[in-house]
């Protein structure tokens, strides 16, 4: 499905670039709800979510959506 890949992709990269997932929920301008729910697939983030997600994490959105 769609939703586990982005959720999937998301927690990887930001596993990887070291950041806990309250402050990344932050940084982006979500709950910590929310973004939990991003990354395990319950919920598909919006395009202006997934540009502020690649923005923090220094990634293009085209790597974070896997194409």
């Known amino acids: ?11 990887a990269f930001r596993k990887l670039k070291r950041i806990q997932q309250v402050e990344f929920a932050k940084r982006i301008g979500v709950s910590t709800t929310l973004l939990g729910r991003m990354e395990r697939g319950e919920k598909i983030p919006t395009a202006e979510q997934l540009q502020k997600i690649a923005d923090e994490l220094h990634i293009d959105v085209q790597e974070l959506i896997g194409e």
């Open 1 to 11: 499905m769609e939703e586990e890949r982005y959720g999937r992709r998301i927690r």
